[in-house]
């Protein structure tokens, strides 16, 4: 790579991700664009060995380099400070359990400037297969929660918010937008930032000539190599799920969104109580639905210094978005679709 500034700072935070490291590194040494990516491979504290792995394989790796963070500081601060040191004009961010085609960065860097859009993602195909996974978040429905795209449309198109596991976004309006929320810490960081930049006026397209693989919940969710064979969940991945969730609405909403928030409730609440009633554990009823809401709450300052800061850089109202974005149809039923071809989720105390 040159001196000048790299086209592309491609950011990847493991934890604890040591089988897919390898493959993750060396699709990204495959890429036609590699003198013009700087690879950014970052740590928050891995205990499995694989922080010392990062380590090794960013040693000769052309425009590479390792950052240990030596905490573990969830999926949004982790992001964000290696996105501080990141020289690019774009940031990719890459999750550990990935490969790329070769042209991948190649298509995704020229359909997202081809088309004057401030964020994109490749299409996301199954890690073992090119099964269809997904092209992010689609709209939001009747709850305020995400919905997705049941096969991949045939060119660009665009969407509310591209997947954590992919997500390109031009550095100055990363930063300009605040970056990802680091009170999440993780979930529903990708669909918050995403609703900010929709309402600061830019643009999020998928890219289904850009193609990446991905496994998904390789932590949460081991089982099964490059393929899920189960579904698997935990306490704290629902209680920051619907937390964030409610979160994302309230600072973004100005005032016909936020009609859907007493709605998310509402389904929180009755999933809570179903799974309540199919782990017969009380304690997940209450760590993931009851806290979530009651912290979301408690977090009042965080949201409503947000809702100030996002009214400075406002380009577009609720009606808007609705118009663009809102479908009935509940994005649970897509949940429900899993459930039925993999089983009950198995919920960890976690």
């Known amino acids: 790579m040159s001196e000048s500034r790299p086209r592309i700072s491609v950011i990847v935070l493991n934890y604890n991700g040591a089988p897919w490291l390898d493959r993750c590194v060396a ?3 495959e890429q036609t664009v590699l003198g013009e990516c700087e690879v950014i ?3 928050n504290l891995s205990t499995d060995g694989s922080d010392q792995l990062c380590e090794r394989l960013m040693r000769d790796f052309p425009g590479g380099r390792f950052l240990p963070h030596g905490a573990n500081l969830g999926f949004c601060e982790g992001n964000n400070r290696a996105a501080r040191t990141a020289r690019g004009e774009w940031l990719f961010f890459l999750n550990n359990d990935t490969w790329l085609e070769p042209d991948c960065l190649e298509k995704l860097l020229q359909g997202a400037e081809t088309e004057a859009a401030a964020a994109a993602m490749p299409v996301v195909l199954n890690y073992a297969d090119d099964s269809f996974q997904s092209l992010g978040v689609r709209g939001i429905d009747c709850f305020g929660w995400g919905t997705h795209f049941a096969q991949a449309p045939a ?7 591209p997947n954590g596991c992919a997500y390109l976004i031009r550095q100055e309006v990363f930063w300009r937008l605040g970056g990802f929320d680091a009170e999440f810490f993780m979930y529903a960081d990708e669909f918050d930032l ?3 930049l929709w309402l600061a ?3 999020a397209v998928g890219l289904p000539v850009a193609r990446l693989h991905h496994r998904g919940a390789a932590n949460v969710n081991p089982r099964g190599g490059g393929a899920t064979v189960e579904l698997r969940t935990s306490d704290s991945t ?5 937390r964030n969730s409610l979160i994302s609405l309230l600072k973004g909403g100005k005032n016909l969104l936020l009609l859907l928030v007493p709605m ?10 179903v799974g309540w009633a199919l782990t017969r554990r009380f304690a997940f009823f209450q760590r993931a639905y009851l806290r979530a809401i009651g912290d979301c709450w408690k977090m009042r300052h965080h949201w409503l210094a947000e809702r100030r800061r996002i009214r400075g850089y406002r380009r577009r109202g609720d009606l808007w978005m609705l118009r663009k974005f809102f479908t009935w149809s509940p994005q649970r039923w897509d949940e429900l679709q899993r459930v039925r071809r993999l089983g ?3 919920v960890s105390a976690r």
């Open 27 to 29: 699709s990204l040494r």
């Open 41 to 43: 491979l970052a740590d």
């Open 155 to 161: 060119g660009v198109t665009d969407i509310f918010a």
């Open 194 to 196: 995403s609703f900010r």
């Open 201 to 203: 006026g830019y643009r």
């Open 238 to 242: 629902r209680y920051y799920s619907n």
């Open 264 to 273: 998310q409730v509402l389904l929180i609440l009755t999933e809570g109580l």
């Open 344 to 346: 009950l989720p198995k």
